[in-house]
């Protein structure tokens, strides 16, 4: 992993600390405000925040103003970037914009398919064209040459560079699972300093896939961190176990979420469970926390599972 930035979560994660990070999804809107409130609610409970580009396909304030915001509130941003929605001219562009305005974390992502965005009374964009000109693996390999070489995709140069603590997504379940692996190589290889996972409901296998990435030498060169989702209900886990590629959700977990008297209760004791479970797995640097439009659960879940306060970095 290349000291190259000096962002916080780059600086933790340096220094040996277990980091968090917690997902922010900015509003459905152009309100600055819907962001501000979650940075003062989530203020101190993580070391970075990613604010997520268009999640599920749904128009949204883009990952790029919502960082802004965030930064601006005195929180560490992630911003995200889908090579779904732009050409290889238009990352760059907004890539650019970005390091100006003071972003330097950048997550690369495929992003959701057009058609997740048509779900309950939400019509979505199921008819928006895919782009795609490059993959996510091409897009931290261009975020790399920005940095490193002030070298453009194709060559042309940069007046100075432009560099990022550049972050990947890995869905270690995801058919078809042997590759996955090999895929998490080559985006290491391509560049990648961290990684934050799809979301982990089954420890024992996450684990098992977790050793074939140390075997293979990849979580010394890359710092991973477990994704966590709060299961709000059974409904919710039964829905991603059936839908979203990647994720495995046993099915005593789902019953015993069903059957929990207090439901919020026992979600917040499950992620808890969860983070300590997947804390102490080789390899694992960290926890990315999503409460996937709940981030008001996520300070106690933090505080609980004894990741509070976090550490200084000089």
Known sequence: ????????????????????????????GANPD?????????????DAFNVTDNQTAVVRMSSLGGAKILLDEGLEPVMQMTVRDRNRIALQSDLLGAWALGLRNCLCISGDHQKAGAQGKLKGHPGAKNVYDVDSIQLISILKNLGDKAVQEGGDSLDEPAPFFIGAAWTPFAPPEDFRVIRLAKKIKAGADFIQTQAVFDVARFKSSMEKAHKMGLTEKAAILAGIIVPKSAGMLRYMNNNVPGVDVPEDLIKRLKSAKDTQTEAVK????LIEAVRFIPGVKGVHLQAIEAEEMLPEIIKKAGLLPRPKIA
């Open 270 to 273: 499950i992620t808890i469970e």
């Open 1 to 28: 992993m290349r000291l190259r930035v000096g962002t916080r979560l780059e600086n933790i994660l340096q220094e040996g600390h277990f980091a968090v990070t917690v997902e922010v999804g900015p509003p459905r």
């Open 34 to 46: 819907v962001m501000r409130k979650k940075a003062d609610l989530l203020r101190g409970c993580a």
